[in-house]
């Protein structure tokens, strides 16, 4: 079984500060690890993924995310947020013998200026 | 390269009514799953197919749902009979293969009110 946990439903930050948005999985065999971001009323798109190698991964729109397997987390962050990253975030699993993701319910991210 | 498509993007039934979501796959992608995203939840996993064949539909309610991939055309997914739980957003992704490393990339949605 495979399953993801997103602590925070909602995080507010400052514009220019540093944004962290936490997901820690649960996996029975490798992870392959990835971020969507969702705006109101539209869907998701695809920010970054861990799959093997550099536990930094780096995506789209200045965001990175760092894979650690010991604590079985994949941090979402971004070293100075902008009001327009104001949305919300989910972190999925996929075990490596499947195809379906599992999400986590999402967190909130709101940027104020 | 035109992304994940679905239509309609809004669907309004009344109870007992027919919902009949559609989802074009990205071009070169023959690898469709849908997902359901209900009020203040993530997102669930449904269905999986390739053209023609379901490969895994333990996501799916086994009464009213059901979903096809024709060897011409968009997928589909139909639920019969709708009622007012079945208000939600429904999410189809694409790769172009099932490898468990691809990403899968979203439509915009289909949101289903059911009055």
């Known amino acids: 079984a495979q399953s993801v946990a997103q602590p925070e439903d909602q995080v507010n930050v400052a514009e220019g500060n540093p944004l962290t948005v936490k997901c820690t999985y649960s996996?029975?065999?490798?992870?392959?690890l990835f971020w969507y971001v969702q705006y109101p009323n539209r869907g998701l798109q695809f920010l970054l993924k861990?799959?093997?190698?550099?536990?930094l991964v780096k995506g789209s729109y200045g965001f990175e995310a760092e894979f650690n397997k010991s604590q079985t987390s994949f941090h979402l962050k971004k070293p100075s947020a902008l009001v327009s990253d104001s949305a919300l975030y989910f972190c999925a699993v996929r075990d490596e013998d499947d195809y379906k993701l599992s999400f986590g319910a999402g967190t909130t991210v709101t940027v104020r200026a | 390269n035109a992304g994940v498509m679905q239509n309609p993007r809004h669907l309004v039934r009344r109870r007992g009514q027919e919902a009949r979501l559609r989802c074009s796959p990205m071009?070169?992608?023959?690898?469709v799953y849908w997902y359901r995203q209900l009020p203040e939840e993530g997102l669930k996993f449904m269905v999986y197919?390739?053209?023609?064949?379901?490969?895994?539909e333990s996501g799916m309610p086994k009464e009213r749902f059901s979903a096809e991939f024709p060897k011409e055309g968009p997928s589909i997914l139909r639920i019969q009979q709708v009622v007012r739980g079945d208000s939600a957003a429904y999410f189809c992704a694409s790769s172009p293969t099932g490898g468990p490393q691809e990403t899968q990339y979203f439509g915009p949605g289909t949101r289903l009110l059911v009055l």
């Open positions: 071009k070169g992608h023959s690898h």
């Open positions: 861990y799959i093997t190698g550099d536990n």
């Open positions: 996996v029975s065999g490798n992870p392959y």
């Open positions: 197919l390739q053209k023609e064949n379901i490969i895994d």
